[in-house]
């Protein structure tokens, strides 16, 4: 068995054509003298989940499945690493994923053709977890907040932390020529403007840290803030091809001379603003997108653009269902015991084609239905 610790949602994302697959979230956090009522549950929803897998895929062999959370079960190493307020248990024929998240839900389980992660998003975008990127004109460095610490990146020789590091030996003002005489000692004469050459540097500098930071926020899937003074901010927006850059969240603010700490203060009204008006930023951007004829409110008409990497950011109602199962080329019709959830399909697909997920309770809705998608173009 190979089991895959530490919330590795990158990995499963790449292998989540290698269903079907069982999620089970169970509430693990360490109660004295609980260990057998622990295990009684896990035991419960691993019944449950036979159950399901029979209703949706008859054809598949429960036993591998079996044997994976059954020596879980069994294992105390489990139980003892993981007493945060819910666990989450990913697992196909082959490999066993194990997330540690902290809001605990309900316990329950969800049997898809692909990863069933939402509860996995929803904890993560409750607690706000991102990645700062605070530039200067010539400097760059990065930040992680995660789970309620917030500290520095250490980043590698090869990383764009400064401009000559990643330029090299840049020429500032242009090229000089010079003439001297007794009366006034030397004079210069610039034949480009300094600022040009400047704005040039900034350009190539600006490149190079989005291509690098772009690499890091693909692992990471967390969203990118940007913190720097807004001409440079400005700069970089119109060059960063990042699809984890807020758009709505940032810091208008210098990093230079601050330590950490004072960084992190900074970021606190981002903080804020992320969990008091998340719902009313994304249903601004779907009126706007909206307006463009760039949003779409059947989760059925979203089935192509997904599979063609259209969707930008799919807004998702907390615990909708939607039967129906995609496949690679659209929307499976025949051969279905029961249909998938649909919702989850689209979640997956999405986040594999670099788009957002988001998710908001389904009251917030404009419209009645499980998901709206702003698409890309």
Not at 1 to 22: E, T, Y
Not at 144 to 150: A, E, I, S, Y
Not at 268 to 285: F, K, M, N, S, Y
Request: charged share 20%; net charge negative; hydrophobic share 40%.
């Amino acid at each position: 068995m190979d089991i895959m610790v530490k919330n590795d949602l990158n990995q499963l994302m790449q292998q989540r054509d290698a269903g079907p697959f069982i999620a089970i979230y169970l509430n693990t956090e360490a109660v004295l003298n609980d260990l057998t009522h622990r295990r009684l549950q896990l035991k419960q929803l691993v019944t449950e989940a036979q159950t399901q897998l029979a209703q949706h895929f008859p054809k598949t062999d429960f036993a591998p499945f079996k044997a994976q959370l059954d020596a879980l079960t069994d294992d105390n190493s489990f139980w003892l690493q993981h007493t945060g307020p819910q666990t989450g248990l990913v697992v196909n024929a082959e490999t066993l994923r194990i997330f540690d998240l902290q809001i605990p839900t309900e316990n329950h389980v969800s049997v898809n053709s692909m990863p069933p992660i939402r509860p996995i998003l929803a904890d993560r975008q409750h607690q706000f977890d991102f990645d700062l990127l605070a530039i200067s004109e010539t400097t760059m460095a990065m930040y992680h907040q995660r789970q309620g610490d917030f500290v520095e990146v250490n980043l590698p020789e090869d990383a764009p932390a400064t401009m000559k590091q990643a330029l090299g030996e840049e020429k500032r003002g242009g090229d000089l020529n010079f003439n001297s005489s007794p009366a006034h000692g030397v004079n210069y004469h610039g034949h480009n403007a300094k600022a040009e050459e400047r704005a040039v540097d900034q350009h190539n500098y600006y490149l190079q840290v989005d291509q690098y930071v772009r690499e890091r926020s693909q692992a990471t899937q967390r969203p990118l803030i940007l913190m720097g003074l807004p001409a440079n901010q400005a700069m970089y927006r119109k060059l960063s091809k990042n699809p984890y850059l807020s758009q709505h969240l940032m810091v208008k603010r210098s990093p230079n001379d601050l330590t950490t700490a004072e960084i992190q203060t900074a970021t606190e009204p981002v903080q804020t603003a992320w969990h008091t008006q998340l719902a009313d930023i994304l249903l601004e951007r779907y009126d706007t997108a909206k307006s463009r004829q760039l949003a779409l409110d059947d989760p059925f008409d979203m089935i192509t653009p997904a599979l063609h990497g259209r969707i930008d950011t799919l807004i998702v109602a907390a615990d909708a269902q939607v039967s129906g199962t995609m496949t690679a080329d659209g929307l499976q019709t025949t051969g279905l015991a029961l249909p998938d959830n649909l919702i989850d399909d689209l979640v997956d697909v999405v986040m594999s084609k670099q788009g957002q997920i988001r998710i908001i309770p389904a009251e917030r809705m404009p419209v009645e239905t499980a998901a709206l998608a702003l698409l890309r173009y």
